[in-house]
């Protein structure tokens, strides 16, 4: 099993940055990708950026140019570096993990969410 662990969210006003950090514990040797989700009210979940254990990335395109998502293997840490910040990036941000249980099941595991508030 997978423990995420999700710190670093907060208010912040337009334009500012913030950093949210994701800790995995567990049996975290069989985790091959991470990623950071968001949800805002009436909407639902979507992809935010995710890193594999090769270190490659994919950004969604709202995000794209203000965000970075990067790793620290020796804490088994995620972080996601968020700058400019506008209003619509206002949600609760969760961290996720994909664990390869077998060659035919990957087990998907979620963090609690960190709110993550952008107002004046």
């Known amino acids: 099993q997978v423990q995420l662990v999700e710190s670093g969210g907060g208010l912040v006003q337009p334009g500012g940055s913030l950093r949210l950090s994701c800790t995995a514990s567990?049996?975290?040797?069989?985790?091959?990708?991470m990623d950071w989700y968001r949800r805002s009210p009436g909407n639902q979940r979507e992809m935010v950026a995710k890193?594999?254990?090769?270190?490659?990335?994919d950004y969604a395109d709202p995000v794209r140019g203000r965000f970075t998502i990067s790793r620290d293997n020796a804490e088994n840490t995620i972080y996601l570096q968020m700058t400019s910040l506008r209003p619509e990036d206002t949600a609760v941000y969760y961290c996720?993990?994909?664990?390869?249980?077998?060659?035919?099941?990957?087990?998907?595991?979620w963090g609690q969410g960190t709110q993550v508030t952008v107002a004046s």
């Open positions: 996720g993990a994909d664990e390869r249980i077998s060659a035919v099941r990957i087990d998907r595991h």
């Open positions: 567990g049996t975290i040797g069989s985790v091959y990708s």
């Open positions: 890193i594999d254990n090769l270190g490659n990335t």
